[in-house]
Protein backbone atom coordinates (compact mmCIF):
# COMPACT_ATOMS: atom_id res chain seq x y z
CA UNK A 1 0.00 0.00 0.00
CA UNK A 2 1.43 3.33 -0.99
CA UNK A 3 0.04 5.62 1.27
CA UNK A 4 0.91 10.08 -0.02
CA UNK A 5 -0.01 12.95 2.50
CA UNK A 6 -0.87 16.00 1.23
CA UNK A 7 -1.49 19.53 2.97
CA UNK A 8 -4.78 20.08 2.51
CA UNK A 9 -7.98 18.94 0.10
CA UNK A 10 -6.72 20.94 -2.87
CA UNK A 11 -3.48 19.90 -3.16
CA UNK A 12 -5.02 16.13 -2.39
CA UNK A 13 -7.21 16.95 -5.69
CA UNK A 14 -4.65 17.93 -7.84
CA UNK A 15 -2.55 15.30 -7.26
CA UNK A 16 -5.48 12.90 -7.83
CA UNK A 17 -6.20 14.39 -11.09
CA UNK A 18 -2.23 14.16 -12.01
CA UNK A 19 -2.50 10.49 -11.20
CA UNK A 20 -5.74 9.93 -13.53
CA UNK A 21 -3.83 12.33 -16.31
CA UNK A 22 -1.07 10.25 -16.30
CA UNK A 23 -3.47 7.01 -17.10
CA UNK A 24 -5.14 8.30 -19.78
CA UNK A 25 -2.17 9.63 -21.25
CA UNK A 26 -0.04 6.21 -21.39
CA UNK A 27 -3.40 4.38 -21.86
CA UNK A 28 -5.81 6.83 -23.99
CA UNK A 29 -8.57 4.25 -24.51
CA UNK A 30 -8.49 3.40 -20.25
CA UNK A 31 -11.33 2.31 -18.30
CA UNK A 32 -12.12 4.41 -15.08
CA UNK A 33 -13.90 3.34 -12.16
CA UNK A 34 -15.36 7.11 -10.65
CA UNK A 35 -16.49 7.79 -7.52
CA UNK A 36 -19.48 10.51 -6.69
CA UNK A 37 -19.44 12.01 -2.98
CA UNK A 38 -18.29 15.18 -1.65
CA UNK A 39 -14.15 14.38 -1.78
CA UNK A 40 -13.62 13.79 -5.55
CA UNK A 41 -15.40 17.14 -6.40
CA UNK A 42 -12.13 19.31 -6.55
CA UNK A 43 -10.30 16.50 -8.84
CA UNK A 44 -13.06 16.73 -11.44
CA UNK A 45 -12.26 20.05 -11.39
CA UNK A 46 -8.88 19.92 -11.72
CA UNK A 47 -9.10 17.26 -14.51
CA UNK A 48 -11.84 19.83 -16.43
CA UNK A 49 -9.21 22.74 -16.07
CA UNK A 50 -6.40 20.32 -17.56
CA UNK A 51 -8.92 19.63 -20.47
CA UNK A 52 -9.61 22.86 -21.25
CA UNK A 53 -6.04 23.56 -21.42
CA UNK A 54 -5.73 20.61 -24.28
CA UNK A 55 -3.51 18.71 -21.97
CA UNK A 56 -6.16 15.97 -21.70
CA UNK A 57 -8.32 14.21 -24.31
CA UNK A 58 -11.24 12.03 -22.83
CA UNK A 59 -12.88 11.06 -25.85
CA UNK A 60 -11.51 7.66 -25.76
CA UNK A 61 -11.70 6.97 -22.27
CA UNK A 62 -14.49 4.87 -20.92
CA UNK A 63 -16.02 5.13 -17.40
CA UNK A 64 -18.05 3.23 -15.02
CA UNK A 65 -18.85 4.41 -11.39
CA UNK A 66 -19.19 2.51 -8.59
CA UNK A 67 -23.19 2.77 -7.38
CA UNK A 68 -26.09 4.41 -7.99
CA UNK A 69 -29.53 5.00 -5.24
CA UNK A 70 -32.04 2.88 -6.61
CA UNK A 71 -35.67 4.94 -7.48
CA UNK A 72 -34.33 8.35 -8.88
CA UNK A 73 -34.50 9.25 -11.79
CA UNK A 74 -31.64 10.31 -13.82
CA UNK A 75 -32.60 13.83 -14.01
CA UNK A 76 -33.18 14.09 -10.02
CA UNK A 77 -30.49 16.01 -9.31
CA UNK A 78 -29.48 13.99 -6.46
CA UNK A 79 -28.73 10.65 -8.29
CA UNK A 80 -24.95 9.80 -9.06
CA UNK A 81 -26.13 10.22 -13.01
CA UNK A 82 -26.88 13.77 -12.60
CA UNK A 83 -23.80 14.03 -10.15
CA UNK A 84 -21.55 12.72 -12.79
CA UNK A 85 -23.05 14.85 -15.60
CA UNK A 86 -23.11 17.95 -13.82
CA UNK A 87 -19.78 17.83 -12.03
CA UNK A 88 -18.04 16.00 -14.73
CA UNK A 89 -19.21 14.25 -18.04
CA UNK A 90 -21.07 17.93 -19.36
CA UNK A 91 -17.65 19.76 -19.45
CA UNK A 92 -15.54 17.03 -20.96
CA UNK A 93 -15.10 15.53 -24.48
CA UNK A 94 -16.09 11.90 -23.63
CA UNK A 95 -18.66 9.88 -25.74
CA UNK A 96 -21.85 9.85 -24.45
CA UNK A 97 -21.72 6.04 -25.08
CA UNK A 98 -18.47 5.01 -23.25
CA UNK A 99 -19.83 6.09 -19.83
CA UNK A 100 -21.83 3.62 -17.59
CA UNK A 101 -23.70 4.14 -14.59
CA UNK A 102 -26.02 1.08 -12.88
CA UNK A 103 -29.68 2.18 -13.58
CA UNK A 104 -31.06 2.30 -10.24
CA UNK A 105 -34.33 2.78 -11.52
CA UNK A 106 -34.34 -0.16 -14.10
CA UNK A 107 -37.10 -2.50 -13.84
CA UNK A 108 -35.39 -5.73 -13.10
CA UNK A 109 -32.84 -4.40 -10.59
CA UNK A 110 -31.34 -7.71 -10.43
CA UNK A 111 -30.69 -8.55 -14.16
CA UNK A 112 -29.25 -4.45 -13.91
CA UNK A 113 -26.67 -5.70 -11.85
CA UNK A 114 -25.52 -8.76 -13.33
CA UNK A 115 -25.51 -7.04 -17.29
CA UNK A 116 -23.66 -4.59 -15.37
CA UNK A 117 -21.01 -6.48 -13.83
CA UNK A 118 -21.14 -8.29 -17.08
CA UNK A 119 -19.95 -4.87 -19.36
CA UNK A 120 -17.21 -4.39 -17.07
CA UNK A 121 -15.73 -7.67 -17.68
CA UNK A 122 -16.62 -7.22 -21.42
CA UNK A 123 -14.64 -3.85 -21.56
CA UNK A 124 -11.17 -5.47 -20.31
CA UNK A 125 -11.78 -4.76 -15.97
CA UNK A 126 -10.96 -1.65 -14.84
CA UNK A 127 -7.42 0.22 -15.46
CA UNK A 128 -7.83 2.59 -12.54
CA UNK A 129 -10.23 2.88 -9.99
CA UNK A 130 -10.58 5.80 -8.07
CA UNK A 131 -12.77 5.48 -4.28
CA UNK A 132 -13.91 7.38 -1.73
CA UNK A 133 -14.50 6.20 1.77
CA UNK A 134 -17.16 6.27 4.10
CA UNK A 135 -16.81 7.16 7.63
CA UNK A 136 -17.47 3.80 8.83
CA UNK A 137 -15.09 2.13 6.23
CA UNK A 138 -17.73 1.88 3.15
CA UNK A 139 -16.07 1.81 -0.29
CA UNK A 140 -18.87 2.34 -3.11
CA UNK A 141 -21.65 1.41 -1.09
CA UNK A 142 -20.17 -1.90 0.37
CA UNK A 143 -21.42 -1.54 4.18
CA UNK A 144 -20.02 -2.87 7.22
CA UNK A 145 -21.53 -6.43 7.55
CA UNK A 146 -20.73 -9.84 8.16
CA UNK A 147 -20.63 -11.08 4.75
CA UNK A 148 -19.85 -8.61 1.80
CA UNK A 149 -21.58 -8.42 -2.43
CA UNK A 150 -18.75 -10.34 -4.25
CA UNK A 151 -20.28 -8.61 -7.63
CA UNK A 152 -22.38 -5.67 -8.70
CA UNK A 153 -25.50 -6.33 -6.41
CA UNK A 154 -28.39 -4.43 -4.74
CA UNK A 155 -27.38 -3.25 -0.82
CA UNK A 156 -29.19 -1.85 1.89
CA UNK A 157 -27.66 1.42 3.26
CA UNK A 158 -27.17 1.89 6.96
CA UNK A 159 -28.34 4.68 9.02
CA UNK A 160 -24.54 6.07 9.91
CA UNK A 161 -24.51 6.47 5.42
CA UNK A 162 -27.99 8.00 5.44
CA UNK A 163 -27.18 10.35 8.17
CA UNK A 164 -24.14 11.43 6.49
CA UNK A 165 -25.35 11.67 3.00
CA UNK A 166 -28.59 13.64 3.81
CA UNK A 167 -26.09 16.80 3.67
CA UNK A 168 -26.72 16.75 0.07
CA UNK A 169 -30.90 16.38 0.02
CA UNK A 170 -33.86 18.25 1.32
CA UNK A 171 -34.22 15.81 4.42
CA UNK A 172 -32.94 12.50 5.51
CA UNK A 173 -36.23 10.97 4.85
CA UNK A 174 -35.63 11.79 1.26
CA UNK A 175 -32.02 9.64 0.89
CA UNK A 176 -33.13 6.63 -0.52
CA UNK A 177 -32.40 3.07 1.68
CA UNK A 178 -31.37 1.08 -1.25
CA UNK A 179 -27.87 1.05 -3.85
CA UNK A 180 -27.23 -0.42 -6.69
CA UNK A 181 -22.80 -0.86 -6.01
CA UNK A 182 -19.88 -2.63 -7.48
CA UNK A 183 -18.97 -5.30 -5.07
CA UNK A 184 -15.69 -6.04 -3.51
CA UNK A 185 -14.58 -8.13 -6.09
CA UNK A 186 -15.54 -6.04 -8.87
CA UNK A 187 -13.48 -2.99 -7.29
CA UNK A 188 -10.55 -5.26 -5.80
CA UNK A 189 -10.33 -6.88 -10.11
CA UNK A 190 -9.06 -3.21 -10.71
CA UNK A 191 -5.42 -2.85 -11.87
CA UNK A 192 -4.82 0.21 -10.15
CA UNK A 193 -6.97 1.64 -7.00
CA UNK A 194 -6.62 5.51 -5.58
CA UNK A 195 -8.48 5.99 -2.36
CA UNK A 196 -9.41 9.60 -1.90
CA UNK A 197 -9.78 10.91 1.97
CA UNK A 198 -10.02 14.76 3.21
CA UNK A 199 -10.92 15.56 6.83
CA UNK A 200 -10.74 14.53 10.63
CA UNK A 201 -14.26 12.82 10.25
CA UNK A 202 -12.09 9.85 8.00
CA UNK A 203 -9.29 9.27 10.41
CA UNK A 204 -10.57 6.69 12.16
CA UNK A 205 -11.87 4.61 8.92
CA UNK A 206 -8.07 5.35 7.08
CA UNK A 207 -5.95 3.93 10.57
CA UNK A 208 -8.37 1.33 10.11
CA UNK A 209 -7.92 0.80 6.34
CA UNK A 210 -4.06 1.02 6.46
CA UNK A 211 -3.09 -0.82 9.55
CA UNK A 212 -6.03 -2.78 11.03
CA UNK A 213 -7.01 -6.11 10.63
CA UNK A 214 -8.89 -6.98 7.82
CA UNK A 215 -12.14 -7.41 8.60
CA UNK A 216 -15.60 -7.12 6.61
CA UNK A 217 -16.58 -4.52 9.34
CA UNK A 218 -14.25 -2.46 7.63
CA UNK A 219 -14.61 -2.84 3.76
CA UNK A 220 -11.72 -0.85 3.14
CA UNK A 221 -9.77 -3.01 5.09
CA UNK A 222 -10.07 -5.39 2.27
CA UNK A 223 -7.76 -3.26 0.03
CA UNK A 224 -4.47 -4.06 1.88
CA UNK A 225 -4.56 -7.04 0.01
CA UNK A 226 -4.54 -5.38 -3.43
CA UNK A 227 -1.09 -5.23 -4.93
CA UNK A 228 -1.49 -1.42 -6.46
CA UNK A 229 -3.22 0.58 -4.17
CA UNK A 230 -2.25 4.64 -3.44
CA UNK A 231 -4.04 6.16 -0.38
CA UNK A 232 -4.10 9.62 -1.57
CA UNK A 233 -4.56 11.75 2.21
CA UNK A 234 -4.51 15.24 3.84
CA UNK A 235 -3.24 15.36 6.46
CA UNK A 236 -6.26 15.71 8.89
CA UNK A 237 -7.17 11.94 7.42
CA UNK A 238 -3.39 10.91 7.81
CA UNK A 239 -3.78 11.88 11.70
CA UNK A 240 -3.87 8.99 13.34
CA UNK A 241 -2.31 6.80 10.89
CA UNK A 242 0.64 5.42 12.87
CA UNK A 243 4.28 6.17 12.26
CA UNK A 244 5.89 2.91 11.85
CA UNK A 245 3.00 2.22 9.66
CA UNK A 246 4.20 4.69 7.18
CA UNK A 247 7.73 3.21 7.26
CA UNK A 248 7.91 1.25 4.39
CA UNK A 249 10.08 1.65 0.79
CA UNK A 250 6.47 2.59 -1.24
CA UNK A 251 5.06 5.27 1.45
CA UNK A 252 5.99 9.06 0.80
CA UNK A 253 4.91 10.99 3.33
CA UNK A 254 4.93 14.74 1.20
CA UNK A 255 3.96 16.75 3.36
CA UNK A 256 6.19 16.45 6.12
O1 LIG B 1 -16.75 11.83 -0.15
P1 LIG B 1 -17.85 11.74 0.83
O2 LIG B 1 -18.99 12.66 0.50
O3 LIG B 1 -17.39 11.85 2.24
O4 LIG B 1 -18.48 10.28 0.68
C1 LIG B 1 -17.77 9.13 1.01
C2 LIG B 1 -18.29 7.97 0.24
O5 LIG B 1 -19.66 7.76 0.43
C3 LIG B 1 -20.36 7.74 -0.79
O6 LIG B 1 -21.01 8.97 -0.93
C4 LIG B 1 -21.33 6.61 -0.89
O7 LIG B 1 -20.79 5.53 -1.49
C5 LIG B 1 -19.30 7.53 -1.83
O8 LIG B 1 -19.72 8.02 -3.05
C6 LIG B 1 -18.12 8.15 -1.23
O9 LIG B 1 -16.97 7.49 -1.64
Not at 14 to 38: D, E, V
Request: with cysteine.
Amino acid sequence: MRIIIEKDYQTLSKKAALILASQITLKPNSNLGLATGGTPLAMYKNLIKMYKKDEIDFSKVQTFNLDEYCGLSESNPNSYHYYMNHNFFNQINIKKDRINIPNGNAKNLNKECREYENSIKKAGGIDLQVLGIGSNGHIGFNEPAKNLNVNTEIVKLTKETITANSRFFESKADVPKRAISMGIATILKSNRIILLASGKNKAEAIKKTVSGKISTQIPASLLQTHPNITMLLDQEAASLIKEEDLETDFNCDSAK
